[in-house]
């Protein structure tokens, strides 16, 4: 059995935010793939499903960011789970939009719920460390994770959340690869339109019928 874990904060005032974009992964992954509905469990939303023979857990810890791990440590020693089964989906501002990227272990980098996690569970689990970008200094960086994902931005997040639903089985039977690649290809068809628009040639003016008048009339005309 595993256990996948989305970061968020609870209440609609945070569900749009890019902090929040490991609750949205874990909603698209259940909505995708018939998942059970969500019930309140381990100070959490819980829904639970299977893909093949591997069955998991989905967790959205509701004790607010900073206390993730507890909710968390909750349901491994329910489940009796070691750190090896347990992803957790969480925002990754080193990472630009769009971009996904998958480790074991490793540090926090300042993250507020791998925090709270690497004291409740340790550090060897797997992340799913999800771009938002990073705003440019680190004094804004708490406003621009509590901040929602901008209208111009919707497609794009849309894209990535269908691709990680996507790759959702391939991830959960340890193939990365594929996981990754079922991501790159729901992203793939934007970055080609963009690409197409930018190499369009530009239209030629008409070219000019040629000139069959003969060497006299071209001088009368020239005097007409």
Same mark, same amino acid.
């Given at each position: 059995?595993? +256990? ?6 609870? #209440?609609?005032? /945070?569900?749009?935010? =890019?902090?929040? $974009? *490991? ?90 719920? +791998? ?6 569970? #340790?550090?060897? /689990?797997?992340?799913? =460390?999800?771009? $938002? *970008? ?91």
């Amino acid at each position: 059995m595993q +256990l996948w874990v989305g970061l968020g904060n609870p #209440g609609g005032k /945070y569900a749009g935010n =890019r902090h929040n $974009i *490991g609750y949205m992964a874990l909603d698209r992954i259940a909505e995708e793939h018939g998942f059970s509905p969500w019930r309140s469990k381990f100070q959490g939303s819980l829904s639970e499903g299977r893909f093949g023979s591997e069955k998991l857990a989905l967790l959205k810890p509701e004790t607010f960011m900073n206390l993730s791990g507890q909710s968390v440590g909750e349901a491994m020693r329910f489940f009796k789970l070691e750190p090896g089964d347990v992803t957790v989906f969480h925002d990754e501002l080193d990472l630009a939009p769009g971009k996904v990227r998958v480790k074991t272990g490793g540090g926090h980098a300042g993250h507020n719920g +791998l925090r709270s996690l690497h004291a409740h569970i #340790g550090a060897e /689990y797997d992340r799913v =460390r999800i771009g $938002i *970008g990073h705003p440019g200094h680190k004094d804004r960086v708490s406003g621009y994770v509590l901040s929602d994902f901008a209208k111009a931005e919707q497609d794009g997040l849309d894209d990535l959340l269908r691709g990680i639903a996507d790759g959702a089985p391939d991830l959960a039977a340890g193939d990365k690869g594929r996981f990754m690649n079922a991501i790159a290809l729901r992203m793939q068809p934007a970055r080609e339109a963009s690409s197409e628009v930018a190499e369009k040639p530009a239209e030629q003016p008409a070219a000019e019928a040629p000139d069959t008048r003969s060497a006299m009339q071209k001088l009368m005309d020239k005097f007409r």
